[in-house]
């Protein structure tokens, strides 16, 4: 069994910034790609990064020169840097993780706002 769990999300004001944390555990053997999707209230789940397993990074627009993505292979770890946050980046945020299958968590609540 595998688990992914997400932490990192809250509440913060525009022009702020979040890290968030991707753990990945259980019977799982070299993980390939790690990434972060979205899914902002009335919209469909959308990616926002993605990295490889040699480090090799995918932005989507909106995340491009604000959001970083890094990972921990010895932990099985991926984070999503966010900065300057805008209330448009209000969504929940889903980690995924790419082995053998494709692993999702059930997600953070970011929620930017005044």
Same mark, same amino acid.
């Given at each position: 069994q595998v &688990? $992914?769990?997400? !932490?990192? %999300?809250?509440?913060? &004001?525009?022009?702020? !910034?979040?890290?968030?944390?991707? #753990?990945? !555990?259980? /019977?799982?053997?070299?993980? /390939?790609?790690? %990434? +972060?999707?979205? &899914?902002?209230?009335?919209?469909?789940?959308? #990616?926002?990064?993605?990295?490889? %397993?040699? %480090? @090799?990074t995918f932005y989507a627009d909106s995340a491009k020169g604000r959001f970083t993505i890094s990972r921990d292979n010895a932990k099985n770890t991926v984070y999503l840097q966010m900065n300057n946050l805008q209330p448009e980046d209000t969504a929940v945020y889903y980690c995924n993780a790419r082995a053998t299958s494709l692993? +999702?968590?059930?997600? @953070?609540? #970011?929620? $930017?706002?005044s």
């Open positions: &688990q $992914v769990v997400e !932490s990192g %999300g809250g509440l913060v &004001q525009p022009g702020g !910034s979040l890290r968030l944390s991707c #753990v990945v !555990s259980g /019977s799982i053997f070299s993980i /390939s790609a790690m %990434g +972060w999707h979205r &899914q902002a209230p009335g919209k469909e789940r959308e #990616v926002v990064a993605a990295i490889g %397993g040699g %480090g @090799t692993y +999702w968590g059930n997600g @953070t609540l #970011v929620a $930017v706002s």
